[in-house]
């Protein structure tokens, strides 16, 4: 999925980012008391970051860094399939990162990112007669490559 990140720093070895992810979809198969229940829909989301990230090494040719803050997944849309009405809730929580810059001149260079998010989403959907609910425990792991442009 593309995603996009800009970051700035505020401190010789400590920065700030904000990032986002394209919107992209998902199939809600049921787990639980309903597994072996067929797609009950699908939803579109993007899921956007807000981090802080130490960089002890900043400077050399190799930076690894660590930091953390904050995640936010958000519901575009929903589409229904075996259930109707499906709603799937917008969701946020902590979120953890690490990476590694690679500078490859003073302005340019490459990087490798992971963060991992943990929050619970709630959904809920008319399934025949009867209307479910459901809170899911999502901890997407967002993986990035890209480059990187010094101002």
Request: hydrophobic share 45%.
């Amino acid at each position: 999925v593309p995603a996009a990140e800009v970051g700035y720093f505020v401190l010789p070895k400590l920065s700030l980012q904000i990032g986002a992810t394209a919107p992209t979809s998902t199939s809600n198969t049921p787990a639980g008391t309903l597994a072996g229940t067929p797609n009950l829909g699908s939803d579109r989301f993007s899921i956007f970051t807000a981090t802080a990230t130490f960089h002890p090494l900043r400077g050399g040719a190799l930076s690894p860094y660590l930091g953390g803050g904050a995640a936010f997944q958000k519901v575009w849309s929903t589409r229904d399939a075996l259930a109707a009405n499906l709603r799937v809730h917008d969701a946020g929580g902590p979120v953890v990162q690490g990476g590694l810059d690679v500078r490859l001149t003073d302005r340019f260079g490459i990087f490798f990112d992971a963060k991992k998010a943990f929050y619970t989403a709630d959904a809920s959907a008319d399934l025949g007669p009867a209307h479910v609910t459901a809170r899911a425990k999502l901890d997407p792991l967002l993986l990035h490559a890209g480059a990187i442009l010094r101002f």
